[in-house]
């Protein structure tokens, strides 16, 4: 019968954590990290526009019939543009005191509608009609999550290719025959768009009584997908 002696014991027990330890933790070659994206400019097809009333009165009750009645017009002016989405905004009411006694002067109230569409014409002969007692806050144009999901699935598979041309070049660099794809991640960018602001006194689309619509430039947006991941050489 054999016997290890003590350092024996100790070195193969070094060579069965070594031997473990390569098997959990593999050491990884020829690992290249790979950048690449695709990028598009697409015209914006929707419109926004935030609109607002504000109005002032001596009593808190006749100022809140004053607005409610103005709004429920605009509210029913809008249902003749069946194409425009058309909500409430923030509605807030508020006391005015006198600067020199500070008394209680009159009470002033402020609402908001927001209308939302892709049709531009629509849009902006409602702004006209509302104009005739709403003031516009702002306008702003964006691309419409239908297109803005088109747009970014198309660029997707660019930036994949694109992704792959790169990996097959550095591949070639590195005189390498061919690469396994570790990971890849695709990834799209946030789009906030910069709304229009309109004063008062530019905010007119039309005259009072025309209804008219205003020629619109929407401009252009840019969305682009990056696809970054690792790649590893054979």
Do not use: C
């Amino acid at each position: 019968m054999r016997y290890l002696t003590l350092p024996s014991l100790v070195f193969a027990s070094l060579l069965s954590t070594a031997a473990f330890a390569q098997q959990a933790e593999p050491l990884n070659y020829n690992l290249v990290n790979v950048q690449a994206e695709a990028t598009r400019q697409i015209s914006n097809d929707e419109m926004h526009a935030v609109l607002y009333i504000e109005r002032s009165k001596k009593q808190p009750a006749e100022l809140s019939a004053l607005i409610t009645q103005l709004m429920n017009q605009a509210i029913a002016a809008s249902k003749k543009y069946p194409q425009v989405k058309v909500e409430t905004g923030t509605q807030s009411t508020y006391p005015v005191y006198d600067n020199d006694s500070q008394k209680l002067k009159e009470w002033r109230g402020r609402a908001e509608i927001r209308l939302e569409s892709t049709d531009f014409k629509a849009v902006s002969q409602l702004i006209s009609e509302l104009q005739q007692d709403f003031q516009t806050q702002s306008i702003e144009f964006t691309v419409s999550d239908a297109k803005r999901k088109k747009v970014e699935n198309e660029l997707m598979v660019e930036a994949s290719k694109n992704f792959q041309q790169r990996a097959q070049m550095l591949t070639s660099a590195w005189n390498k025959s061919s690469y396994n794809l570790v990971n890849l991640n695709l990834n799209t960018n946030n789009y906030y768009p910069q709304p229009v602001m309109m004063r008062a006194n530019m905010a007119k689309f039309a005259g009072a009584e025309a209804a008219d619509a205003q020629n619109v430039a929407a401009g252009e947006s840019k969305i682009t997908v990056n696809a970054n991941g690792s790649i590893q050489f054979k």
